[in-house]
């Protein structure tokens, strides 16, 4: 059984910082691309940044400057660095992972979704 666990969320004043951290568990056999995602109130859930599994990221051009996503690939693990927060910033971020893992007797690829953690920007 794949797990992804969030950390890192809470509540920060704009201009400040956070440090999201996903972490992936279970039968896994390979990692591709990792990404985060975020869902504001009434919005749409969009792609916020996404890094294979060689390390080429690219973010969106709503954070692009101010977030930076990395990974350490023998700990099946994520980071979202977000700097210079924005209350519009604000949202539920989501980690989200392809992954290669044991059903039973086969081995599939498959997208995995964490659990989601709060980031509340104040102004």
């Known amino acids: 059984q794949v797990q992804l666990v969030e950390s890192g969320g809470g509540l920060v004043q704009a201009g400040g910082s956070l440090r999201l951290t996903c972490a992936a568990s279970g039968n896994i056999f390979s990692i591709n691309t990792m990404a985060w995602y975020r869902q504001a109130p009434g919005k749409q859930r969009e792609l916020v940044a996404a890094i294979t599994s060689g390390g080429n990221a690219n973010v969106a051009d709503s954070v692009k400057g101010r977030f930076t996503i990395s990974r350490d690939n023998a700990k099946n693990t994520v980071y979202l660095q977000m700097s210079s927060l924005k209350p519009e910033d604000t949202a539920v971020y989501y980690c989200?992972?392809?992954?290669?893992?044991?059903?039973?007797?086969?081995?599939?690829?498959?997208?995995?979704w964490g659990q989601g953690t709060q980031v509340t920007v104040s102004s």
């Open positions: 989200n992972a392809e992954i290669k893992s044991s059903r039973g007797l086969r081995v599939e690829w498959d997208h995995y």
